[in-house]
């Protein structure tokens, strides 16, 4: 873990010293190594829950497939990238490239750390470099108030949290994941177990705590919006997992059942919204937040079969929403919208999309046998064997999950073209990289889903 740590802290020093034709493929190639140094976690014993422990950096089965999904995602979106960043500055070139590196040690620092403090402190500082990606290199001038709503939400939020750690701390409690000896009873407070747990939930998101979502990746560059959807969400359900390994018991009996039907009805109504939605991106974003409410929902049954069922949801949709927003961005840059009527019939010009859509669309909805169908039939059978009540929010999560799904394949790939809607450019070697990239982790899944449960 230290290595792959100094390694991507060397890939930070070596972007601003690069010639300048040489910055991106310099940078691709340097992350890309981390990716391959990253993969030598499953090398270990998989009966062992704890790989390369040390003091400081660990790894177990939770994390493992987080950390390498985070070494993945970063070079595929600073590939996607390249065309909308290439044109500014030499300086906003390195501070965009630097950016994505912070994040990316933030992220395994975050994932492999033992202590609950220093998760702490590496998980808020993905904000700063966030910030400035929606900010900086946004879209549209909404991109202020987007930049304000993602700060507010996630400083709010940070700070029950603190004061649950320092409380856990100043009570001579073990902070260490590893050395976890603390056997708590029913009497806890329950106050501070939704202290600690909101700004998982924040971050997440769920249902009601959502809002700050929609505008990030809307206006958010697609390098932010890969991201924010593929790994940056998925740091609150990790936190969420082993927050709950703390609480178990209290959290079981006095807030889970609130918690998950909150969370199920929750996906039914973001599952409407989307249904109603025009914009690509803003439909995509509320996607994720009906997805992330049905694992919280899985990882509050306190049960082995929904911590495992979170993981698998959490990678499959981290390729899955990643690689849509990458179709979605394929599209901005012919047409200029991310309108979804506007949009409608580039399949008469660029053949091979309507496919990927299509495959994508349907990861997404969870058809047997992705990944995504995996993750989803383990969590709503712990769901369900909870409480067979919560078998009609989940019947009905699914139909609108299915419908808005396959609405974004019906409305972008039928239809006619127009003449204001004729491109004559087809899709690169880099886009298509860039959709391979995401295709290939799924297609593996589908044969070996054991290296993410």
Known sequence: ????????????????????????????????????????????????????????????????????????????????????????????????????VWILIALIVTFSTTSLIVFFVSFEATLIPTLLLISRWGMQKERIEASYYFVFYTLISSLPLFIGLLTIYLNNHETNIVLNNWNLNSSISPTLILFCILTFLVKVPIFT???????????APVAGSMILAAILLKMGGYGFIRIYQYFWEPLTINIAPILILFCCWGGILTSLICITQ?????????????HMSFM????????????????????????????????????????GTRTLLVNRSLKAIINLLPLFWLFFVSANLGLPPLPNAIGEIMSFSSVINWSI???????????FTSIFSLSIYQLLNSGWAHKWNIMNSNTTQRESLMITLHLLPLILLIFNPNIIS
């Open 1 to 100: 873990m230290i290595t792959i740590v100094l390694t991507a802290l060397g890939t930070a020093i070596t972007m601003w010293i690069s010639p300048y034709n040489k910055i991106w493929s310099t940078t691709i190639a340097n992350v890309s190594f981390i990716f391959l140094l990253s993969s030598f976690l499953y090398s270990g014993n998989n009966n062992i829950i704890w790989n390369y422990l040390s003091l400081s950096l660990t790894a177990d089965n939770i994390s493992t497939p987080l950390i390498v999904l985070s070494c993945w995602l970063i070079p595929v979106s600073i590939l996607a990238s390249i065309n909308s960043i290439s044109n500014n500055s030499m300086n906003n070139q390195q501070s965009f490239l630097f950016f994505n």
């Open 389 to 399: 009540i919560s078998y009609f929010p989940i019947a009905l999560g699914v139909v």
């Open 209 to 219: 705590f959502h809002l700050w979502l929609p505008k990030a990746h809307v206006e």
């Open 296 to 335: 919280i929902a899985g990882v509050s049954t306190g049960t082995e079969w929904g911590i495992k069922a979170s993981i698998v949801i959490m990678i499959a949709h981290g390729i899955v929403s990643s690689a849509l927003f990458a179709l979605a961005n394929i599209f901005y840059e012919r047409s």
């Open 278 to 290: 025009t914009d690509l991106k803003s439909l995509i974003a509320y996607s994720s937040v009906s």
